[in-house]
């Protein structure tokens, strides 16, 4: 019999539930896929939790009801699908997991092919799913990983099995490799195999590598081109959220309300792309008369006539561009991260409905590149061009910003003491840090528990605490799941705020407790 064991607050929009089996985890995922609760906006199961995010803070306590009242006993109800991998069988780890397992190499073969798996849950990478059967042997992990295990590769780790859907380092088993193809974004559904799916390994003499159809490539006449792209920008809108249970994050802008103002004040719709950018002189030459808009960072803009004459131009505020001039973005006296808006819209390619850049997953456009020329979404959008908006206040490079954390789900893995100083004391950006994740330095965290934490789904915002002892805020491109204990979630609010953090600025993170559900 399946039992709930708890359920935790992650942040102010996500609650994790505790169950006592993978059993009962799939039984819940299964139901509240197939009937969401009002609100939901993703739904992630991992080896004994299921993570369920939601829209609005407000919709968390209907969540909740239908987690505690949920029938765990009612069996995992298939996703209606049975998905056949032919796989060659020559994998380098083969001999290995026989030994490890006390078996023939053909017996190992022959369990494995003839096993039914079930998708249990996603996660790591888009396409790979962890699949599970009753009674197979577990098998651990590589002492070493590899830095890169080739795509198709099938493989054994603990009591799952799975598909490489992409190049990538690894810790598994390699027992083989297949041509299917896991994940290919050019189909409706990109991910090969779903969590609930049934899945059987096919043995076959030969793998051919299947290659991923190409999207059509955009048209459209430019209307921009990039004559120096910075540090590093990418197209972003307001992302991609819903497919986390199949290890693809939001992705999308990372301070989205200033993304949001840049559109209004072109005309755009909110979720139109633009571009985001980082320090280092992002320029842009107009091919046609245009209105753009900049903001976030605060930036000189400058434009350059045809002639050669330069003159500033104002943040936060609509801006014609004539045909022949250029438009140069400054180094920032606050704050990160630039945003640039074009009546119209960028023309790009889209992923399951978003043309976000993805960073960690490598889906959307590939970060701009000097040449690139940008064309427009709708050349002939109506309604009028808007107002200049003011921005909120960015965070000053000489003060220290405060951001809300609420605490947990895994707050309890830490000492008393490093709780206390983790809310107290001061933490400084890293220059390591990017869209994944904002890296902190300061004084080490001591954890109260030792061993290792199941992987399990994560949010936005999440403050992950890996064995440095140092804080990782996960942001816009995180990995959907993860092993480090999570000591807190900052508020949705401040995470605009955060993405303006520039390496060397000073935080504190505020513990507050949001209503009780």
């Known amino acids: 019999m399946g039992r ?3 359920v935790r607050r992650v942040g102010d929009r996500a609650v994790l539930a505790e169950l006592d089996s993978l059993d ?50 009612a069996g995992v109800r298939s996703a209606g699908r049975e998905v056949l991998i032919e796989t060659l069988y020559d994998g380098e780890d083969l001999a290995e997991v026989a030994r490890l397992t006390g078996r023939s190499v053909e017996a190992v073969v022959a369990g494995h092919a003839g096993t039914v798996w079930t998708a249990a849950f996603g996660g790591f990478a888009p396409g790979f799913a962890y699949l599970s059967a009753p009674g197979v042997p577990e098998v651990p992990r590589r002492t070493s990983p590899r830095t890169r295990v080739p795509a198709g590769s099938v493989a054994l780790a603990g009591g799952y099995s799975a598909v490489y859907p992409n190049d990538s380092p690894g810790g ?70 819903g497919h986390a249970a199949s290890g693809v994050s939001d992705s999308g802008a990372m301070d989205r309300g200033a993304l949001k103002r840049a559109n209004r004040m072109v005309g755009n719709p909110t979720g139109t792309p633009g ?64 945003y640039v808006a074009v009546r119209g819209g960028l023309r790009c390619g889209t992923v399951l409905g978003s043309a976000a850049t993805d960073v960690l997953s490598g889906l959307g456009p590939a970060p701009l590149a000097a040449g ?90 999440a403050i992950q605490v890996p064995a440095s002892g140092l804080p990782l805020v996960f942001m816009a491109d995180h990995p959907v799941t993860g092993g480090y204990p999570v000591i807190g979630v900052v508020l949705d609010a401040d995470q605009d705020l955060l993405a303006q953090l520039p390496p060397g600025a000073r935080v504190r993170f505020e513990r507050v407790t949001p209503a009780s559900l």
Do not use: C, M, Y
């Open 4 to 6: 709930l064991l708890g």
């Open 24 to 73: 009962a985890v799939l039984a819940l995922q299964a139901g509240l896929l197939a009937e969401p609760p009002a609100g939901v906006v993703d739904v992630v199961a991992a080896a004994r939790t299921v993570l369920v995010t939601v829209a609005l803070p407000r919709s968390l306590g209907g969540v909740v009801e239908r987690l505690r009242t949920a029938d765990l006993d």
């Open 172 to 241: 598994w088993q390699l027992i083989g490799r297949t041509g299917a193809l896991l994940w290919d974004a050019a189909r409706d559904e990109p991910a090969l195999i779903r969590a609930g799916d049934t899945v059987r390994f096919v043995p076959v003499r030969e793998a051919v590598q299947a290659v991923p159809a190409r999207p059509a490539a955009e048209t459209g006449e430019p209307v921009l081109e990039v004559r120096n792209p910075g540090l590093q920008t990418t197209v972003q809108d307001l992302g991609r959220p």
């Open 275 to 338: 571009l985001e950018a980082l320090p280092g002189g992002l320029t842009l030459r107009a091919l046609k008369d245009t209105i753009v808009a900049v903001t976030g960072a605060d930036v000189p803009l400058t434009v350059i006539d045809d002639d050669g004459t330069p003159w500033d131009a104002p943040l936060d505020s609509p801006l014609t561009l004539l045909a022949g001039e250029t438009l140069r973005l400054g180094a920032p006296d606050a704050g990160l991260r630039s």
């Open 372 to 461: 690139s020329r940008l064309g427009l979404l709708d050349p002939r959008l109506p309604g009028a061009v808007g107002e200049p908006e003011t921005a909120p206040d960015l965070p000053s490079p000489s003060e220290v910003t405060v951001l809300r954390v609420v605490p947990g789900p895994r707050d309890d893995w830490f000492t008393e003491e490093s709780l206390e100083a983790f809310h107290a004391g001061e933490w400084t950006v890293t220059a390591e840090s990017n869209r994944v994740g904002i890296r902190f330095s300061g004084e080490p965290l001591a954890r109260r528990t030792e061993g290792e934490l199941q992987s399990e789904g994560t949010v936005r915002g």
